[in-house]
Structure formats: C-alpha cells, structure tokens
C-alpha cells in the first residue's frame, strides 16, 4: 500500500524558516517525481513545487521562488520542503503528492498544516 | 506562466442532472491537463488524466473533453457521491497551476 506521510508543519512566526518532510512507503520511490501542494482550509488548491525522480528537473509557483527549496532523497524515500522567510499568506495545509509518469498524481498524503503568525 | 480559469465557480444541481465544468488555458497546453475531485477534509482524488482518459475505477459517467486551451468535464447523471469540488490541473510546464475549484452543490 502506497503511503506518504508528512510532518514538520506548525506554528512559526513571520520571517522565520521550516522544513517539512514527507516519507514515502508502498513503492520504488526514485521511480517518480514528488510535488507539494497547498491548500489554504476552505480555499483552493496551489500547486506549490515539483521534483523530478533524480531532482533534475525542479519547478516552484512564483509566490514561493526564492523562499522555498524543494530536495528529495531517495536513499530515504523522502521529499523535503525548505520554507525560508515564511509570510502569513504561507499558511495551509501542505501536501506532498507522487506523480505518475508526469500525467497526474495518484496518490496524496494526509497533509501537514503550517500557520505563519505572530 | 500558464493561468487556468475555471467555471463556474460553483453550481447547484440535483441528483441525474448532466454537469459540465470548464476551464480554460491561458495559452495552448495540448492536452496536460488532468481533473481532480476533492471532498470536505480528504485529499484530491484522480478522475481524468491527459484531458480525456479516466482514471482505472473512476466510473464512466465522467468524462473529460478538450485539447490546446478549453476544457471540458461532464458528469454524465449526477450521484450523490459527486457532490465535492472539482480541479482542474495543468502540467504542461513549471509553475503547474490548478484551476481556481468548482464546488458542486445539491439543489
């Protein structure tokens, strides 16, 4: 059974940094790109940054360019997201997701919920 | 960067009625484009991938239609299970972007 579990969210303040995590499980993890998507609670998706198999190919939404790092390890089956000078507007939940054959993503995680806020 | 603009931005409907759903490209992505179900506190669920091909279990009274800039999903008779909000995604090229979600409501 595929499973992708994140952490690493929480409370943190303006300005400051946070690293969420997502282990993968179920599969050949360094078979397929990861991606992280957000969603604000009650508001649309964003797709926020993906990550091809051998991190060879990276992409991030224009609010997060500059702030956020992608990474991905494969020797550990994870997927990480270096969030640099959080803002307010970062606040959601974030889901890591797992790509197939660059079509679609198949399979989400439970989320991990980041609040940026004084 | 590719902006995907989705309508409605909801609807109501009643359990048989067709549905159908648009979004539409800011410029022409072939057919990256995949369509997402997301029900209240779950995470998005696959339903059409490459514009019109559905997913393995998703059943047949969806379907998805388009090519280049528009895009199309129909739920052929509404079931009370598809009361949720729909995405609309395009891979074309980094940044992906969803559409902004149509929720589907019951009248």
């Not at chain 1, 051998?54 to 224009?62: E, F, H, K, T, V």
Request: proline share 4%.
């Amino acid at each position: 059974e595929v499973q992708l579990v994140e952490s690493g969210g929480g409370l943190v303040q303006p300005g400051r940094s946070l690293r969420l995590s997502c282990v993968a499980s179920g599969f050949t993890f360094d078979d397929h790109g990861m991606h992280w998507v957000r969603q604000v609670p009650g508001k649309g998706l964003e797709w926020v940054s993906g990550i091809s198999w051998n991190s060879g190919s990276i992409g991030y939404a224009d609010s997060v360019k500059g702030r956020f790092t992608i990474s991905r390890d494969n020797a550990k089956s994870s997927l990480y997201l270096q969030m640099n000078s959080l803002r307010a507007e970062d606040t959601a939940l974030y889901y890591c997701a797992k790509v197939v054959l660059g079509l679609y993503f198949d399979n989400w995680g439970q989320g991990t919920l980041v609040t940026v806020s004084s | 960067d590719i902006q995907m603009t989705q309508s409605p931005s909801s609807l109501s409907a009643s359990v048989g009625d067709r549905v159908t759903i648009t979004c539409r490209a800011s410029q022409g992505i072939r057919n990256d484009l995949g369509w997402y179900q997301q029900k209240p506190g779950k995470a998005p669920k696959r339903l059409i991938y490459a514009a019109s091909s559905l997913q393995s279990g998703v059943p047949s009274r969806f379907s998805g239609s388009g090519s280049g800039t528009e895009f199309t999903l129909t739920i052929s008779s509404l079931q009370p299970e598809d009361f949720a909000t729909y995405y609309c995604l395009q891979h074309l090229s980094y940044p992906w972007t969803f559409g902004q979600g149509t929720k589907v409501e019951i009248k």
